[in-house]
């Protein structure tokens, strides 16, 4: 059934952009009730499962879909959050709502080249308010301009994600080491170069979920969280042993 498959896919972006399950199940049963169905979820690290009830006729549907691995993103979270309530609101109907979704998801993301600039001066904004200098801001901004790229570089061409953090931290990581080079504040270059790259939407969402009741799927997130970390670490410490052969 194309309403239920809709549902079911709805669910999925939302938990695949980020959004704490939660909220995800709340936008979901609201966009059910707006559709007049009664839903149900039970949702997992890599997958939801949604039993929906059709309330005119009594029918029962079961759904399995898989969670995509999407960017995060915050614009449709609001948007999609938002369109279940005008679903309700405006009593809007299937095609309606459909076409709503297609516009949201579909809609062009911002410039790749725009991100990456606002990436690395956004990291060099975080050397400086640590303390860093305006030579290690530039360092540090350049660092993390190619390591960001990198990154999507690779994402690109579907490499495990585990591998594409340790990649990325080392290659920003080693282009901040050039602050060595100078009468410059380098541990903090060296040190803010890769925290572009530190997972803070899934521990936040992990915490929120575990408060929430949400424990399996909380767990799951802040356990790839901390895995992200430590292959931050170790692509931070590659740096370290090659340029200063030392850990600290």
């Known amino acids: 059934m194309d309403q239920v498959k ?4 709805y669910a999925a972006h939302l938990m ?14 609201r966009l059910g009730d707006a559709l007049n169905f009664d839903v149900n979820i039970s949702v997992f690290q890599k997958s939801i499962i949604l039993t929906i009830q059709k309330n005119e006729t009594q029918q029962i549907f079961s759904e399995v879909i898989e969670i ?3 960017p995060i993103s915050f614009e449709h979270n609001s948007e999609l959050s938002g ?3 005008e679903a309700v609101d405006r009593k809007l109907s299937f095609e309606e709502i459909k076409a709503k979704y297609e516009k949201i998801v579909s809609a062009p993301r911002m410039n790749q080249w725009l991100v990456l600039l606002l990436v690395g001066l956004a990291n060099a904004s975080f050397c400086r308010l640590f303390g860093g200098d305006w030579l290690s801001m530039l360092i540090v901004c350049i660092a993390t301009f190619a390591g960001f790229y990198t990154r999507l570089f690779l994402q690109a061409r579907k490499i495990n994600h585990y591998i594409i953090f340790i990649v990325s931290a080392f290659i920003a990581s080693m282009l901040s ?4 080079l100078f009468n410059t504040t380098s541990d903090i270059a060296l040190a803010t170069s890769v925290l ?12 929120i979920d575990i408060i929430e ?3 399996l799927t909380g767990i799951s997130r802040l356990t790839n ?5 430590i292959c931050i670490a170790i692509g931070l410490s590659f740096t370290l042993f090659l340029f200063t052969n030392r850990l600290v």
């Open 196 to 207: 572009y790259l530190i997972p803070g939407v899934p521990l936040i969402n992990g915490v």
């Open 83 to 85: 369109l279940s309530w």
């Open 213 to 215: 009741g949400h424990t």
């Open 177 to 180: 080491s050039t602050a060595l």
């Open 225 to 229: 969280a901390f895995l992200l970390i």
């Open 16 to 29: 695949g952009c980020g959004i704490h399950t939660s909220r995800v199940i709340r936008n979901t049963k």
């Open 68 to 70: 995509p691995a999407l």
């Open 6 to 9: 809709f549902v079911a896919e």
